[in-house]
């Protein structure tokens, strides 16, 4: 099982960015899949989550109606597109795979929101 993140990067507040996750070692589309961040020196934070089909997808409060999830089974890939970022949205931004609880992991992509 292989996930890589990407798309990560130096936005301005108010900016957009889309991050992608591709997957790779595993049938992608049995699974649900979660992004999760980690600001610096703050610990792990869900941010958002998709069904397996995408038709069913969830957002924490911090990034709702700013930010959307999807993904493309056909690439094996997971999206997450931010919209109107704030500076309190810098972090590492990682993919996991959801089944009990999330047993796989990228190795993350750094967002770093700034002027």
């Known amino acids: 099982v292989q996930l890589v993140e990407s798309g990560g990067g130096l936005v301005q507040p108010g900016g957009s960015l889309r991050l992608s996750c591709e997957a790779s070692?595993?049938?992608?589309?049995?699974?649900?899949m979660e992004w999760v961040r980690q600001a610096p020196g703050k610990g792990l934070e869900w941010v958002s989550g998709i069904s397996w089909h995408g038709y069913n997808t969830y957002y924490a409060e911090s990034i709702n109606g700013r930010s959307t999830v999807s993904r493309d089974n056909a690439r094996n890939t997971l999206y997450l597109q931010m919209n109107s970022l704030k500076s309190e949205d810098t972090a590492i931004y990682y993919c996991?795979?959801?089944?009990?609880?999330?047993?796989?992991w990228g190795k993350g992509t750094l967002v770093t929101v700034s002027s």
């Open positions: 070692g595993f049938t992608f589309d049995d699974y649900a």
């Open positions: 996991a795979r959801l089944t009990n609880g999330m047993d796989y």
